[in-house]
């Protein structure tokens, strides 16, 4: 299967309708509209060799996936960029990160689609192919008098999920917010959102080495430092999907485009709900726009929870969730006709019907009211991101998509222990068969089978992989010894020729001092020889 290929890694950028931009070589249709709707002047050109017959200047030059320009310098890449771009105007360049850990996992690199290529530096290639880590790109655009800012979309920039900055970094607990894509077929080592997490754990700096790719703004004026962090709903159909921006002050929700615009509506209106029943939210409606204060992510009630776990305060954990559950439990009610539940809606058939009634029902149903959706501060919750409202819905439910959503969670203790310590272990297999119904509403099939498509943590295939790699490393280090070889023998045969050398300068010397001592005689015998004749001459 294709990969799948979304406008996300700029949709977010806060264009400006004036801005003139320039688009080279983008293969990502979507994205040509979404610039073409942002901006009044979009100029797309195929291949870079036509920069040169450009006269006009750009605002903002975009090139989204070098790897066809590996073999062409960074430094001369962005010298012919800046040929066509205004004294301020921006470069925004995506490439993939030669250190990425997805490439570690076993995925093939995308230039000649191998395995493990890039992180030998394509040493085994006849012909030599470049690519790039974020110190290299730093050095490269310092040198050359760049700024730069760097954002890390993950998994890739083809098709992000979520996009950090060196302002906001992920922490090892919330690092799960995006989903890994596979080709298909493939073999893969390991999960790469756990070493991730373990990368985190062990030093947050280390996160920007192993990203998988980079989204590189170029500019000799200032980078736009608007959003440090960005997220999307990949999965969802596109009447329901959103951007997600935070900024240093407040976060703001966007629209994908006009399709959402009816869900965006929905949302405003779920926000109005709650604070009408006293339920304190982070979201507020401002003019038409949905804004949050920002609140840093120590504060999420996922992350509470977890460290609660881990640091064994088992206690401060179950009152937490016992106060939670209080909360979200809005003018509960019991139901007893199964026609009038959420059940009937989505058509999930119950054998025994009396299980309806040992369940809390609240007329607004918001099931997204789970611990990644809350900040805990002062003791006092704050809902945000609550899209979502069926009614007639279990309390129930909503506390098990809490858990069942929670990954770190399953670090320090097993969700079925949580299930049944919440007596929620009897109603698993009807909320399964309902949150799969729900999410089969929401969610676009042709992505899911994307994202869902199969790979295997195949073993035997990678240490096959890196046995031939090896091979090929062993030949290359017996080349290279050769060489080595031939080197000294040459350097020995250089030696002996100089000493050669200087043995032969050596005997020239002498017969030099000997060449001179002899004619130093001759002329001594011929000056005799003239002297005797003259004293002859003049008796």
Known sequence: ????????????????????????????????????????????????????????????????GINEYQKIDLENLVIRLEKVLNPDGKILIAVDNKFGLRFWAGNPEKILNQKFTSLIGYNNETLKTETYTKKYIENILKGIGYNTRFYYPLPDYKLPNVIFTDEQLPKYNSIDKYNPYFLEKSDILFNEIDVFREILKTNKEMFTFFANSFLVEITKGKCN????????????????????????????KQEVDEKAIKHYENIKKNIEYLQEKGIRTVDYIEGEKIKSRYIEQKYLLNNILTEKLEQGKNTEFEDIINSYIKEITIEPYKETEYEKTVFSKYKIEIKDKSIIESMNFVKNGMWDMTFKNCFLIDNQFYF??????????????????AILYTISLRRFVSIEKLF???????????????????????????????????????????????????????AQETEINNLNERFKAQQLENNNLKENNKLLQEELNKSNTERERLQTAINNTFLNKVKRKIKKIVK
């Open 1 to 64: 299967m294709k990969i799948l290929q979304s406008p996300n890694i700029l949709n977010w950028y806060p264009f400006e309708k004036n801005q003139r931009v320039l688009e080279i070589e983008n293969e990502i249709e979507k994205l040509t509209e979404m610039l073409r709707k942002k901006c009044n002047i979009v100029k797309s050109i195929k291949q870079l060799s036509e920069l040169d017959y450009i006269e006009e200047k750009f605002d903002i030059v975009t090139l989204i």
């Open 420 to 474: 049944d310590k919440y007596n929620l272990s009897k109603y698993i297999t009807l909320f399964e068969q309902l949150d799969n119904k729900i999410q089969e509403e929401i969610r676009d099939d042709e992505v899911w089978k994307f994202y869902s498509q199969n790979h295997d943590l195949n073993i035997d295939g990678t240490k096959q992989e890196l046995n031939n790699l090896q091979i090929r490393s062993e």
């Open 384 to 401: 945000f991101d609550q899209e979502w409202n069926e009614p007639n819905l279990p309390v129930e439910y909503i506390l098990y998509r």
């Open 225 to 252: 430092e608007k959003y440090k962090y960005i997220s999307f709903n990949n999965m969802r159909k596109q009447e329901y999907q959103l951007i997600t921006k935070i900024s240093d002050t407040y976060v703001e």
